[in-house]
């Protein structure tokens, strides 16, 4: 792996566009011994052209046999080392529902537990109560007055919160209050090191508010919180790479995470030519396009592998207008596996097709695992896709004379 | 690679075993141009099943070309990076002959010398004495008394020996008193670090000692020492991997860098029905079992090809035996390469099998080099083995969000 230093130092001045296509979830196994991976199955004429016409490959996600979450997955790709740029997870909660986080605010996710007389925690989910009620919950949290510092309690999904304290002076290294099994009083949230202990006194003061304004809301009558983070400070993707760089996303979790690295974004409707035509109308403006899929790893999560396959087809027939753009590299992958027989994220190397006139053609004439497997981008490692995408938008100088 | 930290942070709680299976120096070459290896001759319907039904590649010990000895080849099939994670030679020494240091222990490799007149080397193995005559003369050195320290002189084999210090304050950073050339006086241990100070003067005594006990004992009339080393602290493999452990094996030394890593051991007799019955026995009990071979390494190091298709050939009998143990995942590899054509360890890449319904399988439908070469594993690390087969037996949780 090239480090982004590096990378950076080479960047030479040119006018060339990136597309960057992530089916998220990409990545499958078969549902039998000898069996295809949906992306095998699929019939993908145009994809499979530009297999033929570039390089096919597979990349692994974070490290081999680790499973990346969609953070880690995406941080990846857009060429950061995803164990040294690890993303908070209240910073990633409030990502997940695009919640505007400022540079100062601190992010907590909190999820919403039933506990006894005793205090001790008897449900660390509190039995899952609806996305409504948590909502009305959260409207109750809400209400929660410390002086010095903003609340915001937002409702994610199910007993799922996220709590953003904004105010002056707050500090990440604020321990979780939950103590991770039954039978125990929620942890305090104790100062990590010294210069969280101010921040610790206000989560103590929210926390303490919480217990008596949920007393008599069993199940949920307690909250628990943790990961609590603030926005990372990075390099970011449009200084590192010099490229001009927009996220074509339609969930909020993927525009957050590329705005993290400083990429703009734009509102997508929730079609797949909604997808494709923001993509046509924003690429003149910009030098590189991350555009997100999401169905894929829906399909996989719900182990539909027929359902992925269809997706996978769908967005094949999108991709004669990605070429009809005309930029100098097309990449499509995925930010890790999917596989519809485990229902969940894998730590399989995913597929990935990087077509460019400067490719060094491979035999690989279609796209699927088995023929990236001996294509001619390799097994190589996430963030090595960014400098090799850059390299065939003959955007880097050589390294020394 | 995935550090141990990040691997020990995902472990999740799950009822699955791992079976490693190690042929020592099981990679090889050709004897002949167009030739095939050992692995690759050999009949070995049983692993090529499990080849057909799993994914094959290929693990680089250490770094590229870089040759290991057993005790770095082991270390990294252990998930440790043996470049970081050393074992003293003295420590070494020790596990090859199965002595059992303590923590306090000092351990260093002797080698008899021969020295003329004017105290200079003028051979550094003292013509090669034989074993019998080595554990004479170190019956000889054992009768030596050094106030506050306990010595045991134990034979290795020829002109090499065993020197362990015992006693309080032992430290390493004593230098070797081997000039490493001829017509030089052995060098002084001297102290490398002044808390090595006492220690250096302890072994200064012991080694003019030798020098008046071996002085009629000519060619073996004097004694080099080197690698002072003491048990190392590391993280140990059943705590960074939550796996009970125990090593099969027949030899000390294999039991040895298991024990130095934490791994429980059996004693087990000599035959191949002693080792995979004790194989059988054990299981119930653990969740990962390390299995040696010895016989393919040192057909390789006989130069004898032939005899090493045969022991790879007997092995494949008692695949099926593993298999009924049904264990999630297998993993059949060796340390390192000894091809019989160049009679030594080699840097050679080594070939690998890891069998697990979770795999995304290959084209593969055989074991050896060649086939392996294009398998799913792709040529990674040996440290990577141990995360990939933790995954595969779904030991790991997602990393981030």
Known sequence: MADL???????TPYESKIVLLVLDGLGG????????????????????????????????????????????????????DAIQYQIGRGVLEALGIGFDLLDDDLAARGNFCTIDSDGNVTDRRAGRISTEVCA??????????????????????????????RGP???????ETDPGHLGDPPSDPVAERAEAEGTATIVQRFVDEARIRLADRSPANMVLL??????????????????RSIAVAQYPMY????????????????????????????????????????DTDKAGEDGDFESKVNVIEEI???????????????????????????????????????????????????FGERWCLGGGGGLCRSDDLMPLALAHAERLAKFGA
């Open 136 to 165: 009305e919950l959260c409207s109750e949290l809400q209400r929660i007055e410390i002086p010095g510092v903003e609340i915001f309690v937002e409702a994610v999904r199910e007993h799922r919160f996220l709590l953003v304290l």
């Open 226 to 243: 943790r990961g609590f983070a603030k926005l990372p400070d990075w390099p970011m993707f449009p200084d590192v790479f010099g490229l």
């Open 29 to 80: 196994l078969a549902m039998e011994p000898d069996g295809l991976t949906s992306l095998e199955a699929a019939r993908t004429p145009n994809m499979d052209r530009l297999a033929a016409e570039g390089i096919v490959g597979l990349h692994q996600p974070v490290a081999p046999g680790i499973t990346p979450g969609s953070g880690p997955g995406h941080i990846g790709l857009f060429g950061y």
């Open 5 to 11: 230093e590096l990378v950076h130092g080479l960047l």
């Open 316 to 366: 094949d027939t999108y991709i004669p207008r990605i070429v009809e753009l005309d930029p100098a590299v097309i990449l499509i992958t995925g930010d890790h596996s999917t596989p519809a027989a485990l229902r969940s994220h894998s730590w399989h190397p995913v597929p990935f097709l990087l077509r460019s006139p400067n490719c060094r053609r491979d035999e690989a004439k279609q």
């Open 169 to 175: 002076g707050l500090a990440e290294g604020v321990a």
């Open 255 to 294: 525009r957050g995470v590329a705005k993290l690295v400083g990429m703009d974004s734009v509102p997508v409707g929730a079609s797949k030519e909604d997808l494709f035509g923001t993509l046509e109308r924003v690429l003149p403006d910009y030098d590189f396009a991350f555009v997100h899929v999401k």
